[in-house]
T-cell receptor, first 116, second 114 residues
Framework: AQKVTQAQTEISVVEKEDVTLDCVYETRDTTYYLFWYKQPPSGELVFLIR??????QNEISGRYSWNFQKSTSSFNFTITASQVVDSAVYFC?????????????FGQGTELSVKP | NAGVTQTPKFQVLKTGQSMTLQCAQD?????MSWYRQDPGMGLRLIHY???????DQGEVPNGYNVSRSTTEDFPLRLLSAAPSQTSVYFC?????????????FGPGTRLTVT
């Protein structure tokens, strides 16, 4: 069965702190894709990154970085020098390549609050 | 491109009423889907469509109907609203059923059933 767990329901940090959002996934497939989405207070869902199961290279985009480790089935997201605008709910999601209908399975979300 | 549009933005229904949530996309995407978002549960798939005339159930389909008569539109019908259907509903699309593509989400519809 496919499952995504984001154990941290809420995280609160002070501006300029680094913060890591955890994501652990379960799948039986060898080919799958992992995603992170951001949901700011305005409510829309914004795509941040995707990673396929064969590419374990870490990725950095500005203050954002992602650490994919197949050995621990984790795809963690780090924000360096957090800012108030980073306050949002962040979702990790999984899709199996051969899943019927290409279903996207979401974690429960982590609400990040960055205080000035 | 307008992307994925949803109407209405907000809706209040009484138990037993029916209504249709509208979703449209102008990107010629084959794959469209509906999710509901409830606190602490992330987003859960209700129904999806891999092309015009083809629909299938997701994780939580009970109480909802869909149809896909055109590539652009994918309406979600609540047949007889129940308080358990109070939620935020998101429509999404992507180029095709290939899981590699990210999904483009609409702005959401906040539904309250009293």
């Amino acid at each position: 069965a496919q499952k995504v767990t984001q154990a941290q329901t809420e995280i609160s940090v002070v501006e300029k702190e680094d913060v890591t959002l955890d994501c652990v996934y379960e799948t039986r497939d060898t080919t799958y894709y992992l995603f992170w989405y951001k949901q700011p207070p305005s409510g829309e869902l914004v795509f941040l990154i995707r990673r396929n199961s064969f590419d374990e290279q870490n990725e950095i985009s500005g203050r954002y970085s992602w650490n994919f480790q197949k050995s621990t089935s984790s795809f963690n997201f780090t924000i360096t020098a957090s800012q108030v605008v980073d306050s949002a709910v962040y979702f990790c999601a999984l899709s199996e390549a051969y899943n019927q209908g290409g279903k996207l399975i979401f974690g429960q979300g982590t609400e990040l609050s960055v205080k000035p | 491109n307008a992307g994925v549009t949803q109407t209405p933005k907000f809706q209040v229904l009484k138990t037993g009423q029916s209504m249709t949530l509208q979703c449209a996309q102008d990107m010629n995407h084959e794959y469209m889907s509906w999710y509901r978002q409830d606190p602490g549960m992330g987003l859960r798939l209700i129904h999806y469509s891999v092309g015009a005339g083809i629909t299938d159930q997701g994780e939580v389909p009970n109480g909802y109907n869909v149809s896909r008569s055109t590539t652009e539109d994918f309406p979600l019908r609540l047949l007889s609203a129940a308080p358990s259907q109070t939620s935020v509903y998101f429509c999404a699309s992507r180029p095709d059923r290939t899981s590699w593509y990210e999904q483009y989400f609409g702005p959401g519809t906040r539904l309250t059933v009293t």
